[in-house]
Nanobody
Framework: QVQLVESGGGLVQAGGSLRLSCTAY????????MGWYRQAPGKQRELVAI???????TYADSVKGRFTISRDNAKNTVYLEMNSLKPEDTAVYYC??????????WGQGTQVTVSS
């Protein structure tokens, strides 16, 4: 079973920065796409950013220019650098990984709270 372990959430003031990390643990697991989704209270889970193994990236319009996703394939780790944070970025952030045959895996979630 693949385990995704997230870290880096927390409380920050508006305009501040946070960096999330997520590592996929499983021998010989080589994820194709890795990324981040978020879910705010009372809202559906939404895509934040994803990155392919070849480092092609996709961002939600709401975070373009503020968030940067990157990955270290050797470590099966994906990062999300979040700058100029806004209160509306407050949510539980979930790491996601998908392998080459379409199996999906999720992390347990990490809380990001942005105070105004």
């Amino acid at each position: 079973q693949v385990q995704l372990v997230e870290s880096g959430g927390g409380l920050v003031q508006a305009g501040g920065s946070l960096r999330l990390s997520c590592t996929a643990y499983r021998s010989l697991f080589s994820p194709n796409t890795m990324g981040w989704y978020r879910q705010a209270p009372g809202k559906q889970r939404e895509l934040v950013a994803i990155i392919t193994r070849g480092r092609t990236t996709t961002y939600a319009d709401s975070v373009k220019g503020r968030f940067t996703i990157s990955r270290d394939n050797a470590k099966n780790t994906v990062y999300l650098e979040m700058n100029s944070l806004k209160p509306e970025d407050t949510a539980v952030y979930y790491c996601h990984a998908e392998n080459a045959i379409g199996n999906n895996y999720w992390g347990q979630g990490t809380q990001v709270t942005v105070s105004s």
